[in-house]
């Protein structure tokens, strides 16, 4: 691959960080705003985004964004991610709309797209339950058809944005007798509809993203089903695929180790040669991540496929870099990162350590991650 942007990619990465610096709301970098501020702000965001057709910018232009290549999307995450620009991180966009687009009916896109590609609906995703976590094929959650509706029942967890997503895309099991990939089903559901229970899971760094969310007796008209009943499965698997260069998590540990290298420059010029070390290690760690990131972006503009190998490498490294660096920063730091006062030039870290933690979990688990790069990826046997 060419590790070099050409001409048109360059305009674009400088046209995305024109539009960072200058047509923002006022007050978007401000983390420190209420719930309801923060995510007024991310509204806004997203309304200025789609009025370039930005928001859901690989779809086609019919429905609603620009039709844009595997790299011009990695440029814009990237630019998106390392300033930490809100309302960027859109679960409709990335699986939602491109399985609506394969599998659902006309009416569904027309119904469902627009609305996603212009910022009105925000979704959540409703797969993983406290069983069915690494084996997602085993939920339990039932769909059971009655009449002209699906009565659901069950519990989903680890829901993100589920506290104030509008809709919600629902993997559940609509035949219990068959094999466990085989009975599942996808669904469309408003997430206001009754029957609904949303419950807040405060994670180790005391925020409030994901959340458990009950079923009981939820009423789901069967026209909200996408796809074939009973084939849920490929839904699930082929919406996974859409979103698989890890440039995100790239760009954030960048931007960490830029901040954290600044820091020290000013603040502390004199340190242990051997964090020094560290932060070379951590330095050539990001740099490595940013190249398979692209390497993946610019395969899959090739072939119209993202290589299932390398992006699991680059979710399992990029997940274990980013606990790495948070460490790392904590060592900088001393006592005065463990202390964490609001505020302080550690906190950022100590609140990235906490919440690094989950990186080698959400999405599924590094050992999950090494099992598919060994038998998939390499192939080698499962035992």
Not at 183 to 211: C, Q, W, Y
Not at 305 to 333: D, N, W
Request: hydrophobic share 40%; charged share 20%.
């Amino acid at each position: 691959m060419n590790f070099h942007l050409n001409p048109e990619q360059a305009a674009f990465q400088a046209e995305v960080i024109d539009f960072i610096e200058h047509s923002l709301p006022a007050g978007w970098n401000d983390e420190h705003g209420t719930f309801a501020e923060r995510l007024a702000v991310e509204r806004e965001v997203m309304t200025r985004l789609a009025a370039r057709h930005w928001l859901a910018l690989p779809w086609p232009k019919e429905y609603g964004g620009l039709g844009a290549s595997p790299m011009q999307q990695l440029i814009f995450n990237e630019q998106m991610a390392y300033h930490r620009v809100p309302g960027t991180v859109n679960m409709g966009v990335a699986w939602v709309g491109p399985v609506v687009m394969l599998y659902g009916r006309d009416d569904q896109k027309q119904q469902y797209l627009s609305r996603i590609a212009d910022g009105t609906d925000l979704w959540c995703t409703l797969y993983s339950e406290p069983g069915a976590g690494s084996d997602l094929a085993a939920m339990q959650t039932r769909a059971v058809r009655d009449g002209d509706d699906y009565i659901i029942n069950g519990q989903k967890i680890w829901t993100s944005f589920g506290h104030y997503a509008d809709w919600g895309w629902l993997a559940a099991r609509t035949d219990p007798d068959v094999p466990k990939h085989k009975g599942i089903s996808t669904f469309a559901i408003k997430m206001d509809t009754p029957g609904i229970t949303v419950r807040p899971l405060i994670n180790m760094a005391g925020s409030h993203e994901f959340n458990e969310i009950f079923f009981e007796d939820v009423r789901v008209p069967a026209a909200n089903l996408v796809g074939e009943e009973n084939r849920g499965w490929y839904n699930v698997a082929v919406g996974l695929d859409f979103e698989r260069s890890s440039i995100g998590a790239t760009s954030g540990s960048r931007r960490h180790v830029d901040e954290l290298v600044a820091y020290l420059r000013t603040q502390k010029p004199r340190i242990d040669p051997a964090i020094k070390h560290r932060l070379v290690d951590e330095a050539i760690g990001v740099a490595l991540l940013r190249n398979m990131a692209y390497y993946i972006a610019s395969q899959q503009e090739k072939t119209g496929i993202a290589p299932t190998r390398e992006s699991q490498m680059a979710k399992l490294f990029g997940a274990e870099l980013q606990q790495r660096i948070a460490a790392t920063a904590l060592q900088v730091f001393g006592m005065e990162g463990q202390a964490a006062r609001p505020g302080s030039a550690s906190s950022d870290y100590q609140y990235s350590l906490l919440r690094s933690v989950a990186n080698t979990i959400e999405g599924g688990t590094s050992e999950i991650q090494r099992a598919v790069i060994a038998t998939r990826g390499l192939g080698l046997p499962r035992e």
